[in-house]
């Protein structure tokens, strides 16, 4: 073989090591991190679809019109700031 064969093959073997290394990880990365942003957003958006109908739900109730008309909105508000904390104490959980 040739000093020009050689220096080749170790120019392609070093290419290959930094595309192996590099390259492919940060797009198996990028392709994780696609499904996990969609996951989160469409959680969140349930979320707030699902506090929209408790919302609905207590507005039915004709006593909660006059003086109590606040209670519908609070227990929607409720809702979400209850799931926003299991959210956090779960991945808390989970990170430990």
């Known amino acids: 073989m040739s000093s020009k064969?050689?220096?080749d093959n170790i120019l392609n073997l070093v290419r290959d090591y930094i595309r192996?290394?590099?390259?492919e990880p940060i797009k198996s990365l990028f392709s994780s991190m696609i499904f996990h942003f969609l996951g989160s957003l469409f959680l969140a958006l349930g979320i707030i679809l699902i506090s929209f109908g408790?919302?609905?739900f207590l507005q039915r109730f004709e006593r909660l019109d006059d003086w109590f008309a606040w209670?519908?909105?609070l227990g929607a508000s409720l809702f979400l700031f209850l799931m926003t904390f299991f959210t956090f104490k779960l991945l808390i959980i989970k990170k430990s």
């Open 5 to 7: 064969g050689k220096l």
């Open 20 to 23: 192996q290394e590099t390259v």
């Open 54 to 56: 408790v919302l609905g």
């Open 71 to 73: 209670v519908p909105h």
